[in-house]
């Protein structure tokens, strides 16, 4: 982490220039896609390609973590599966699971 200070001025329409310097570092010479967000009362910029590095990062990590896509695939397909088996078992009792009461006599 670097601790050289730069002057920006930020113009009245909120348009802030970067440093050409910066914007060599961070590839940015011909312009491009950014991220902004504040951090801590800091403004951090990044270019949206490292962004996207970043979570493509961290849902890697996470996948790794958990079941793979061909074991969750399966396993929602047997998700699936019950829930159209419960809706055919509903439809073929009339909807009703015999436990219901009637409660037009309470009428």
Partial sequence: M???????????????????????????????????????GALRIQPI??????????????AA???????WLINERRREAAREERKEEESSTGGHSGCERNHSADR
């Fill in 49 to 62: 390609r490292a962004v996207i590095a970043e979570l493509q990062a961290a849902v890697h990590r996470d």
């Fill in 65 to 71: 973590d958990t079941e793979s896509g061909v074991d």
């Fill in 2 to 40: 670097s601790h050289e200070f730069v002057l920006a001025k930020v113009a009245e329409n909120g348009r802030l220039s970067l440093p050409a310097r910066y914007r060599k570092l961070l590839g940015l010479e011909d312009g491009g896609l950014v991220v902004v967000r504040l951090e801590d």
